[in-house]
């Protein structure tokens, strides 16, 4: 019998980087998902998008650790083949990876019969997402097992009781820019060594942003989030987290009438984050897209993960 599962990918609306330093951050999770089916098979792992994983290489070492902890927490697991879509880009700083992780585990959860808690989900993506990177957060597979809007500071989590206006749109524009991310939390770090109070100042600043965010999502008023979301891409620039083709996606968001936008993620590549209006939704898209970028109008995820018993690949 085949299950099959999703989960979200997430974009984080502020905070990034200034996490590192003990303040907060939001993230979002949205309407790109990883499906992931189980059935009865000889362990064959196949992604429609890297094709076939063989056993030991650098993607089979997510799905073998989540095989593991399973096995550890339930004992033996039926041999089974696995099969992966997802929407998500790769080694954009949109989660993708947690996202596979968590919709796998609530599969194969439901395909062995056993009793499990959406934490025992999430708990058993995060161990496997540790080998494939170093100290996560949890805030992706936080966000791709619970859904919704995510308060996040050292460790903690809060989920929020907010939802975005039903006529407001999330645009994800992906610069198919690839960095370290390592490379790039390293060389944010040493500059707020080098800045001294001033690097400081620029983390309190962050952190006043993501509490005055709260407040406008509590009131609906898209505008003044958007002007936030300038804000915060303005204090990455500053701390060396953004780059020229990340700037121009921004730029090109406001001019064609989107609320505002930012970096999401470690920055200089991956993807913007933009808020607008649904209406102004297929204008920007064009704008974006006739200059190179993918571009993808997207909403919120209140679910978080869930089973889909679909026999073709989920897209929404």
Known sequence: MKKCSIAPGKVLLFGEHFVV???PALGLAITMYANVCVKPGTGRVYSKQLGLIEEGSRHWKLIGTLLKSIKDRYGDVPSVDVEID??????????????????????LLSYIGVNFTREDVREIAHEAEKVVHYQPSGVDTTLATHGGLLH????????????????????????????????????VLERYERLGSAGKLIYDAAEEVVEMAIEFLRAGDMKS??????????????????????DKAVYELVRNGAYGGKVSGAGRGGVVVGVADVERVNMIESALRGMGFE??????????????????????
């Not at 996202?99 to 599969?107: G, Q, T």
């Not at 989030?225 to 990340?246: T, Y």
């Not at 571009?295 to 929404?316: Q, S, W």
């Open 152 to 187: 996040y500071r050292q460790g903690v989590f809060r989920k929020l009781d907010l939802k975005l206006p039903a006529n407001v749109a999330i645009l994800v524009i992906n610069t198919r820019v690839e960095r370290s991310t390592g490379q790039v939390v390293r060389e």
């Open 21 to 23: 330093k003990g303040k």
């Open 225 to 246: 989030l958007g002007e936030l979301m300038l804000v915060n891409h303005g204090l990455l620039w500053a701390m060396g987290a953004s780059a020229e083709i990340c």
């Open 295 to 316: 571009c993808f109008a997207v909403k919120p995820d209140y679910t978080g993960v869930r089973a889909c018993n679909l026999e073709e690949p989920l897209y929404i």
């Open 86 to 107: 997802s929407q998500i880009p790769i080694a954009a700083g949109m989660g993708s990876s947690a996202s596979v992780a968590v919709a796998l585990a609530h599969a």
